[in-house]
Nanobody
């Protein structure tokens, strides 16, 4: 069983930056795929980015060039650096870990982009 805890959310002005962290209670293995999802009010949860054990990454078109996902297996932590934030980035951001057929989720952290 893995528990994921997100942190780093908050209120930021448009154009600003935030860095989210996702700490895992157990070890992160090379086979694990770490991802960030988000859910805005009235919308379905959507994939933001993911990173595999070889540090290959994939991003939603809406965040390409602005967000960067990374992981530190030694610290059992994944990160999401978010730059040039827009109002449409406002959502609850969830960390996800996929290990084979297992799927783990964090409780989410709120990101609000507003002036």
């Amino acid at each position: 069983q893995v528990q994921l805890v997100e942190s780093g959310g908050g209120l930021v002005q448009p154009g600003g930056s935030l860095k989210l962290s996702c700490a895992a209670s157990g070890s992160i293995f090379g086979v694990d795929i770490m991802g960030w999802y988000r859910q805005a009010p009235g919308k379905e949860r959507e994939l933001v980015a993911f990173i595999n054990g070889r540090s290959s990454t994939n991003y939603a078109d809406s965040v390409k060039g602005r967000f960067t996902i990374s992981r530190d297996n030694a610290k059992n932590t994944a990160y999401l650096q978010m730059n040039t934030l827009k109002s449409e980035d406002t959502a609850i951001y969830y960390c996800n870990l996929k290990r084979g057929f297992l799927d783990y989720w964090g409780q989410g952290t709120q990101v609000t982009v507003s002036s």
